[in-house]
């Protein structure tokens, strides 16, 4: 089974950049999709990114647009998430999370939703200062 491994979380003033890296153990990547979630103190997790390695699709929160970057490297069996122009309104809780779905299997063409992922990383926490 796979097994993901967050890393990257820090402190960073709003208008700075972290990445985010999801490590995968115990299975490859390339026929799952991948996604980013968050959750920020008092609020419910929400689906930030997803992307599907089959066939290269990738969707981002409208919250995230433009400024947010996922993507994935199969050598290293890894899922990175890129995050720029960070705001206070970004600080949570990030979670990388997978489900298999086949070579064949549907991408990702909207925001992932909760229920869809069954493999889940330990979370990374992000906190963006004023």
């Known amino acids: 089974d796979v097994q993901l ?3 990257g979380g820090g402190l960073v003033q709003a208008g700075g950049s972290l990445r985010l890296s999801c490590a995968a153990s115990g299975g490859v990547l390339d026929d799952h999709n991948i996604a980013w979630f ?5 609020k419910e997790r929400e689906g930030v990114s997803c992307f599907a390695a089959h066939d290269g699709s990738s969707y981002y929160a409208d919250s995230v647009k433009g400024r947010f970057t996922i993507s994935n490297d199969n050598a290293k069996n890894a899922v990175y998430l890129q995050m720029n122009s960070l705001k206070v309104e970004d600080t949570a809780v990030y979670y990388c999370a997978v489900y298999h779905v086949g070579f064949s299997g549907y991408g990702c063409y909207r925001v992932p939703e909760l229920e869809e992922y069954d493999t ?5 926490l992000v906190t963006v200062s004023s």
């Open 5 to 7: 491994q967050a890393s």
């Open 38 to 42: 968050r959750q920020a103190p008092g």
């Open 120 to 124: 889940w990383g330990q979370g990374t």
